[in-house]
């Protein structure tokens, strides 16, 4: 069984950059595709990106293209999120998810596997 657990949260001013963390653990991170997704109070959760095993495929939401950059570490089993140019509307809970079958779908229940979540809160 996979276990996925996120870290690099926290409290930041708009404009700031803050880096997120996935460890994978249970399966070499080459056996799963991932993404970010969040979930913000009151919403439902959103498709942030993802990324392919191969790392030869990575899409992004419309709100965050530019700012947002994913990328992995297989050697290491890590999953990464670069967010620059933060805004006030990116505040929300941040998670990992991973999936051993084709490709990256922006819809979650696609997703069998989550970590407990980051938050990541930006003030104006």
């Known amino acids: 069984q996979v276990e996925l657990v996120e870290s690099g949260g926290g409290l930041v001013q708009a404009g700031d950059s803050l880096r997120l963390s996935c460890s994978v653990s249970?399966?070499?991170?080459?056996?799963?595709?991932m993404a970010w997704f969040r979930q913000a109070p009151g919403k439902e959760r959103e498709f942030v990106t993802g990324?392919?095993?191969?790392?030869?495929?990575?899409n992004y939401g419309d709100s965050v293209k530019g700012r947002f950059t994913i990328s992995r570490d297989n050697a290491k089993n890590t999953l990464y999120l670069q967010m620059s140019s933060l805004k006030p509307e990116d505040t929300a809970v941040y998670y990992c998810?991973?999936?051993?079958?084709?490709?990256?779908?922006?819809?979650?229940?696609?997703?069998?596997?989550w970590g407990q979540g980051t938050q990541v809160t930006v003030s104006s």
């Open positions: 990324i392919t095993w191969n790392i030869d495929n990575t």
């Open positions: 249970g399966r070499t991170l080459t056996a799963y595709n």
């Open positions: 998810a991973a999936r051993t079958t084709v490709g990256v779908p922006t819809i979650s229940g696609y997703w069998p596997y």
